[in-house]
C-alpha cells in the first residue's frame, strides 16, 4: 500500500531546491502586545530543520 502523507507536516514544512526542509516559526499568533518589534519580526522569518535525524523524520512525513 502507498504511504500517505502527513497532512500536519505538508502545511508546516517545505522542501526547498536543495533537499533542506523549511519551517515557521512559532510563538505569533497572539499576546503579540509584550513582545518586542524585533522579536515579532525576526518570528516572520522561516528557518530550516536543524538536525539530520528531524529532517529524515520530516521528509518520511511529507513522501507522497
Known amino acids: 500500500m502507498k504511504m500517505k502523507t502527513h497532512k500536519g507536516a505538508k502545511k508546516r514544512f517545505k522542501i526547498t531546491g ?15 502586545t509584550k513582545k518586542t518589534s ?7 522569518q522561516a528557518g530550516l530543520v ?14 507522497a
Do not use: W
Request: aromatic content about 6%; cysteine-free; overall charge positive.
Open 18 to 32: 536543495t533537499g533542506k526542509v523549511r519551517r515557521y516559526k512559532a510563538f505569533k499568533s497572539h499576546i503579540l
Open 38 to 44: 524585533k522579536r515579532k519580526r525576526r518570528l516572520r
Open 50 to 63: 536543524a538536525t539530520n535525524g528531524e529532517v529524515k523524520h520530516v521528509k518520511r512525513l511529507l513522501q
